[in-house]
């Protein structure tokens, strides 16, 4: 898997405590790498980090926060001296850039900063991924999916962050790693919204109903027929592992940036997600795990879908679940956890589920699985 380029590397996950980052912790450890996380604080309680103690099964954990601690971070990334880095430490909430927009700013702008100042203090080659998110693009609700060159922005502070992130690597790519004598080589991944196992974050569509659902209660939903290009969580991850397996071997990638999206097949509504997910749950009846809450909400943008043709073409990454499968993935995980609720089985669900994505991926011949 991946030329076997991870095993035994030094890796540092920024955002590791999050949902996100426990993925790609537990599956780069399931392919040899060394795996050291950076992060402040888990985003939620319950949390996949915590309540699968993933803290045990990386190499190491320095918790603090990387937009207010640059000399400590630098520290930190001088003393791994990492092969590669995967940036994913943000505020990731467009409902609390609306309560807090500095802190969102600096976390999302400043970190991403701090990051890439250390990386380009090392002197040896060090391959980054800075992961953003599809919210950095101008959205416009257009017909047709985002490709890499479209505007960046939004109309909230969230995805200004995000834009501005994407100016801060593109800024630090041609000042230190375009050329300068510099080893180190970085990319940009862009993703949107992911479902899975493990995730508990606040204000989110599949935490809040396996959450209510675990409580027999129904699930309040705001905007029933609001579509969505929903992906599993492993889909990114296996995207940002095959972009720096691709930047790691070929240099011309450096500086580059890449989406990484679902189908247009899985682009479905708010209701048809939830009713596939109570199914599966074990709901008979989906109208018993609903209701249709009316609400003045903050502004939240509508549709927004990727072209991802250029990761197809350059890094040869592709989706690789259906939107049936990404159902049963998600809520089969959360059944085990409430079922059993216990540390070593859902690290064994965990890993198992990493397995089977990786076997579809395999019977479909993508070429990261050799």
């Excluded at 027999?216 to 592992?241: A, C, D, F, M």
Aim: proline share 3%; glycine share 6%; charged share 25%.
């Amino acid at each position: 898997m991946f030329n076997d380029i991870f095993n035994q590397k030094e890796v540092i996950i920024t955002g590791n405590s999050g949902f996100k980052g426990s993925w790609l912790s537990l599956w780069l450890k399931n392919i040899g790498a060394k795996v050291h996380g950076i992060s402040y604080h888990p985003p939620s309680d319950p949390n996949m980090f915590e309540a699968l103690k993933i803290e045990n099964k990386i190499d190491s954990f320095h918790q603090l926060d990387i937009a207010e601690n640059y000399f400590e971070v630098n520290k930190i990334v001088s003393n791994i001296n990492p092969d590669f880095v995967f940036h994913l430490a943000a505020q990731p909430l467009v409902s609390i850039s609306y309560k807090d927009p500095l802190y969102t700013i600096k976390t999302n702008v400043l970190g991403t900063a701090n990051i890439l100042n250390s990386v380009k203090d090392l002197n040896k080659k060090v391959t980054s991924v800075i992961i953003t998110s599809d919210k950095c693009y101008d959205n416009l609700e257009l017909k047709r999916g985002y490709n890499e060159e479209d505007l960046l922005g939004g109309k909230d502070v969230y995805s200004g962050s995000k834009g501005a992130a994407e100016l801060i690597i593109k800024s630090f790519y041609h000042s230190y790693f375009k050329n300068h004598n510099h080893d180190s080589v970085i990319a940009s991944a862009r993703a949107g919204n992911v479902i899975g196992g493990g995730d508990w974050g606040k204000d989110r569509i599949v935490p809040d109903a396996i959450d209510s659902w675990s409580k027999n209660n129904k699930l309040s939903i705001r905007n029933p027929n609001s579509t969505r290009p929903w992906q599993h969580v492993l889909e990114p991850i296996s995207g940002y592992l095959s972009l720096a397996h691709k930047l790691y071997l070929d240099n011309r990638l450096n500086g580059d940036n890449f989406n990484f999206g679902p189908e247009k097949t899985s682009n479905k509504t708010v209701k048809e997600l939830i009713e596939g997910l109570s199914l599966r749950w074990g709901f008979d009846d989906v109208s018993e795990s609903y209701y249709i809450k009316q609400t003045d909400a903050f502004h939240e943008a509508g549709l927004l879908q990727l072209d991802c043709s250029k990761a197809k073409e350059k890094i040869g990454w592709l989706p690789n679940l259906s939107f049936e499968q990404m159902i049963n993935f998600s809520s089969d995980w959360y059944n085990e956890f409430y079922k059993y609720n216990d540390i070593e089985e859902m690290i064994i669900t965990s890993e198992n589920q990493i397995k089977s994505y990786v076997d579809i991926a395999s019977e479909k011949n993508y070429s990261w699985t050799n």
